[in-house]
């Protein structure tokens, strides 16, 4: 009877569809497990295809490949540990989310997800089946139980596994961030070992795919709760866990505890990370935005400089006759202070050519957004001229309350093929620059110090489109304004409840009109990092055309 088990855990970072690397980053771990002397290799959730595949894995190719390179990693990786990694499975019409035990040149054991999540991001259930639960798995002398994901979010799939003989808990995971999740996922794992007495390990991805982040944060709990191993948060790690068989059972022996960071810090990472892996993953090694001498812009150029590094970022400076002098002040002294390339190209020139040219068709009309939105729909027409000319991919800057509520025009500052801060609230935006200014991290790439001036935080924000404009012309307070929509959006509050606590029912209406006429942009808007339970698109799916209002 085997006295000990080691498990080598791989914290990696998949790139979606790219089954050849994927299974070479597992067979460089394999061989260093193997080396280490450990009995199995585990990879995460679907970390074969990558994660999450939405539609693409209903397509019988895609499969098909999958299927053909699982077979090949378990040939080419038979004389060694185990190695349990996930990808889809098909039986006749049926589809599901697997992980297979490979051993010995061949598939030992396909086990295959239970509870299919369809909440939140996630549509499971509309490409996969819903498996029965399988036993455990016998690997190197241990009965170990496999609940996918899901099926450890909930307690009856691991009480089957329990009761059926299962000594140690492994859970893959493609679990992404949001503000608070390392927490949620901690008490659930806790309960799922108060429930069962066995130790758990919970194994989760890392790294960005479109608009969701995966953050890692592995972890290894013994029977009592008592923590063994913590691997830390966005980054790849790989790790080994050393089991022992004492007289209460299988016990983890303790390992290295990483600490998480937590508020500002893991947003920012998540931000940091998701922009450079959706740069990476999709081909491109430069970005370009519109930099204003605002904070929303200001902010952007510094997580782009983190991600791929200062010289790799363009900023372009675009001014009309509104552009105030501090403004372009503000615009040089950001990009000067974090590395970047800052080029300025007026646009007063062009503006004038589309007045001339629309003079005819607008007489005897008055000048109003019409001719504000054309400013910002030359800055974008620029911009994408550079970014067509040169490679560099654009980044647009609209914060959550802007995209909230529209203000910000489409195919205008709303260009571009990635938001970082698409799911930051204005008011959030603020503290962001002010955490950022004061902390910095081994993982960033910018210059350490006060990237964005205080005068960019502090100056009441302004698009610049007219004299004198400001944001508060046509909104409410940015915290009055978060305050509604975190209410509206976040918590799905009626207009009674924000009006009881202490909200303005005009101001209240006027915010929820916004927000449900300014749905057609958003459909169009570019994806961006999820930081919150309730981003725009997967987590809120509502529709462009709708007249209900909530009258009460």
């Known amino acids: ?97 697997a992980y297979y035990i490979l051993q010995g040149g061949r598939i030992a054991a396909t086990i295959l997800k239970h509870h299919l999540p369809n909440s939140d991001v ?119 866990v050393d089991f022992e068989r004492t007289e209460d059972g299988w016990r983890a022996r303790q390992g290295e505890l990483a600490t998480l960071p937590t508020g500002h810090e893991a947003d920012y990472h998540a931000m940091v990370l998701g922009l450079r ?74 503006q004038a050519a589309v007045g001339e040219a629309l003079a005819p068709l607008f007489a005897g009309t008055q000048a109003g957004i019409t001719e504000e939105n054309v400013q910002s729909r030359l800055r974008g027409l620029l911009l994408m001229a550079l970014s067509n000319k040169f490679g560099e991919m654009l980044l647009t800057t609209g914060n959550k309350s802007e995209v909230a509520v529209g203000y910000c025009t489409i195919y205008g500052d709303m260009n571009g093929g990635y938001n970082p801060i698409k799911d930051l609230y204005k008011t959030r935006v603020f503290s962001m620059c002010r955490w950022r200014n004061e902390n910095h991290r081994p993982w960033m790439m910018a210059p350490a110090g006060e990237m964005i001036p205080p005068r960019v935080i502090d100056k009441p924000p302004s698009a610049e489109l007219r004299p004198d404009q400001k944001d508060e012309d046509s909104l409410p307070p940015y915290p009055v304004l978060d305050g509604i929509l975190e209410g509206l959006v976040d918590r799905e509050e009626s207009v009674s409840e924000l009006v009881a606590k202490g909200y303005d029912r005009a101001t209240v209406k006027k915010v929820e009109h916004l927000l449900y006429i300014s749905e057609y942009k958003r459909f169009q808007s570019a994806p961006g990092v999820r930081l919150t339970q309730r981003a725009f698109w997967l987590d809120r799916r509502y529709p462009i055309v709708n007249r209900w209002r909530d009258e009460g």
């Open 1 to 97: 009877m085997a006295k000990t088990f080691r498990l080598t855990l791989a914290q990696l970072n998949p790139v979606l569809g790219d089954f050849a690397a994927n299974a070479t980053k597992a067979k460089s771990v394999w061989q260093t497990a193997k080396e280490a002397g450990a009995d199995m290799v585990g990879f995460t959730e679907m970390f074969l295809t990558g994660y999450q595949t939405q539609d693409l894995v209903m397509k019988p190719a895609f499969v098909d490949a999958a299927r053909a390179t699982i077979e090949a990693l378990a040939r080419d990786c038979a004389d060694g540990p185990a190695i349990g990694i996930g990808a889809p499975h098909r039986e006749a019409s049926r589809l599901y989310n």
């Open 277 to 350: 892996d959706y740069l990476a993953k999709s081909g491109f090694k430069k970005v370009l935005l519109g930099l204003s001498g605002g904070i929303d812009s200001a902010i952007v150029a510094t997580i782009a400089a983190d991600a791929i590094g200062p010289e790799n970022v363009r900023c372009v400076m675009l001014p009309s006759a509104y552009t105030s002098e501090h403004s372009l002040q503000d615009a040089g002294e950001v990009a000067r202070n974090l590395g970047c390339r800052l080029d300025t190209v007026p646009i007063s020139g062009a």
């Open 122 to 240: 996630f549509d499971e259930k509309r490409v996969f089946v819903s498996a029965d639960v399988s036993g455990p798995v016998r690997i190197g002398g241990v009965r170990v139980g496999i609940p996918i994901c899901e099926d450890a979010w909930h307690p009856d799939v691991c009480e089957t596994l329990a009761e059926t003989g299962a000594e140690i808990l492994f859970v893959p995971n493609g679990s992404p961030y949001h503000r608070g999740k390392p927490n949620v996922r901690m008490n659930l794992m806790v309960a799922r070992v108060v429930e069962t007495g066995l130790p758990l390990v919970y194994l989760n991805m890392v790294g960005g795919q479109d608009d969701q982040v995966f953050d890692g944060t592995t972890f290894v709990l013994n029977p009592g709760g008592r923590m063994a191993l913590q691997l830390p948060q966005f980054d790849e790690a790989v790790a080994h």
